[in-house]
């Protein structure tokens, strides 16, 4: 699939001296849902905002739809939808008006169908006519998302989406990302939900320190970092390891209740056949059996804190 | 040109100000009224005619000047400002407009509303005095010329200030005593020669000495001098705000 968006080599250093991007470079195909994961002061907003137009760069270059976004910051712009992660929001004055003002200065044409469809597919219609200080923090949040998709963007960037909303209101806008993503549009979002990169995503990106330390498909990223683990109930505790299950990598927790083994799932033999037999030769009943996935959370954990 | 982002700009300011009617305009209306009052019938009765001129007509100009500066800077300052404060900023950074654009909205709007307010002062004016114009178009001139540069200098105050003391910074303390010292109810002849020689230095005392020729064909100094000064004074914002555009300063930085 072709990149919709470009990132190369980009650095920025703020005035400070402080160094947010380090030589990122990232293609974002089209039509694809990308997460961006990382901790506080990533570096994931201010990407974001060198591709939208906000920061300038210090060096590198980002294109979106093949144009520079500095050169030919009017075709870049026009493509992109920008939901920032504050609710900033003008409190005087009504949804209508705020979302119908986004459309013009995008230079796009007045076109009251098209905001009427966009609230309604927000469920806001009901509240155009309200001031936005009238608005709960969650209803303010569909309102910039309204903002956003006002001039029909190809690209929508939504930095921290669901921060600070209700679990309802996140699966909604789970529902509204997936709808526009079957309308072709490529979304981008930064998250510190990791369950909503694994729900959401095609691509999971993980960006710490100002670099990017892996982009991957999800599915093939939990695979590749995933590991088992099988945990095995005792019926009675053990004090310590048999010498006959000493080669097994076997971990005793819950004071000698539970045994815990970690293996592969890509491998070509997981081992847990052998293990249970192990077992049963070594006279230990077992009162249960079951086994976890590691998530994205632990990948990520795992990842960040291994190069941080 | 993206011209609907103008327009956009343009309208959303203009909107502004009738859902704050009372504060933009009645505000403004009633102050000027008081100096009428006070300095035109109580004060001014018990003046003499200055070059032929009753003293009410003739601090027309110079209250018409106030209130067209405060209004411009505050206004041009307070627009581009309130979505700093607001973060609502983001989005005039991200849209397809260029800073041109983001001027003409801005400034347009602001001087708009400044003129909006001095032309209800002019006709406030006419109730208290006897008014003639000698050069209404040159009036004109200075008028919407006056709004234009003060509205420009206001939005390169909304763009550097970082809180709303310095926002408020220099229509406050600076603006008053440059307009109560240039002129607007005395002509400088009255002062002593050293204060004649200091009052030359302020640059609000050109304008309104031009303004006042335009209605009275009185002047402290010569229309053509006034006139090349507000130019020029127009002529370093615009360089200013090209410095700005080019660097992102308090921007995009």
């Known amino acids: 699939m072709p990149s919709i968006v470009s990132v190369s080599h980009l650095v920025k250093t703020y005035a400070s001296g ?18 961006l994961l990382g901790p506080n002061g990533a570096g994931k907003t201010t ?38 992660q504050e609710l900033t929001t003008d409190q005087f004055e009504t949804v209508w008006n705020t979302v119908s003002f986004s459309r013009g200065l995008h230079g796009k044409k007045p076109n009251p169908a098209h ?50 909303v209700d679990v309802n209101l996140r699966k909604d806008m789970w529902q509204v990302v997936e709808k526009l993503r079957e309308n072709g549009v490529t979304i981008i979002l930064t998250t510190h939900y990791i369950e909503e990169a694994e729900e959401i995503a095609d691509r999971v990106g993980v960006i710490n320190g100002g670099k990017i330390l892996l982009i991957e498909q999800k599915v093939e990223l939990m695979k590749k970092l995933g590991r088992k683990q099988l945990r095995v109930e005792l019926a009675e505790p053990l004090s310590a390891l048999p010498e006959a299950l000493s080669g097994y990598r076997l971990s005793v927790e819950d004071e000698g209740h539970s045994l815990i083994y970690d293996y592969d799932v890509s491998g070509e033999r997981t081992g847990i056949t052998t293990l249970l037999t192990a077992l049963a030769e070594a006279g230990i009943r077992l009162k249960d059996i079951s086994t976890r996935q590691s998530s994205l959370e632990d990948i990520f954990v795992e990842l960040v804190g291994a190069r941080a | 040109m993206n011209f609907e982002a103008v327009k956009s700009i343009y309208l959303f300011e203009m909107a502004r100000t009738r859902r704050t009617l009372l504060q933009s305009v009645v505000s403004p209306v009633i102050s000027t009224s008081l100096y009428f009052i006070v300095f035109g019938a109580a004060v001014g009765s018990r003046i003499q005619e200055i070059e032929g001129v009753s003293y009410g007509a003739f601090i ?16 041009g300052s307070f627009g581009i400002y309130f979505p700093k404060f607001t973060g609502t900023i983001y989005e005039l950074l991200s849209s397809p407009v260029s800073m ?9 709007a602001a001087a708009t509303k400044g003129m909006m307010i001095g032309l209800i002062i002019l006709a406030t004016a006419a109730l208290f005095v006897d008014l003639s114009i000698a050069h209404p178009l040159v009036m004109l001139l200075f008028f919407v010329l006056t709004a234009v540069t003060f509205s420009l200098f206001g939005f390169i105050i909304g763009i550097w200030a970082k809180d709303f003391e310095q926002l408020n910074l220099i229509p406050m303390l600076v603006i008053p005593p440059l307009v109560f010292l240039g002129g607007s109810f005395y002509s400088i002849d009255m002062l002593p020669p050293f204060w004649q020689a200091v009052s030359h230095a302020n ?51």
């Open chain 1, 47 to 84: 990407l974001i905002s060198i591709i939208c137009g906000i920061v300038n760069p210090s060096g590198g270059t980002v294109t979106v739809g093949g144009h520079d976004v500095v050169k030919d910051f009017r075709e870049t712009r026009s493509m992109i939808g920008l939901v920032p």
């Open chain 2, 60 to 75: 027309t100009p110079g209250l018409i000047m106030l209130t067209l500066l405060t209004q411009c800077i505050g206004n």
């Open chain 1, 18 to 35: 402080f160094q947010a991007l380090k030589d990122v470079s990232l293609d974002i195909e089209e039509g694809e849902i990308l997460a």
């Open chain 1, 115 to 164: 905001i009427e469809k966009v609230l309604k597919d927000l469920s806001l219609y009901d509240k155009k006519d309200n001031m936005l200080r009238e608005l709960s923090g969650g209803m303010k949040r569909r309102v910039l998302i309204a903002k956003a998709l006002s001039h029909e963007p190809r690209v929508l960037f939504l930095d921290e989406p669901t921060a600070g």
């Open chain 2, 203 to 253: 640059p609000v005392l050109y304008l309104i000495s031009g303004f006042r020729w335009s209605f009275f064909e009185i002047a402290d100094v010569n229309p053509w001098i006034s006139f090349t000064i507000i130019i020029a004074f127009l002529a370093v914002l615009m360089g200013l705000l090209t410095w700005i555009f080019r660097t992102g300063y308090r921007l995009r930085n």
């Open chain 2, 100 to 108: 041109t654009e983001i001027v003409l909205g801005y400034v347009g």
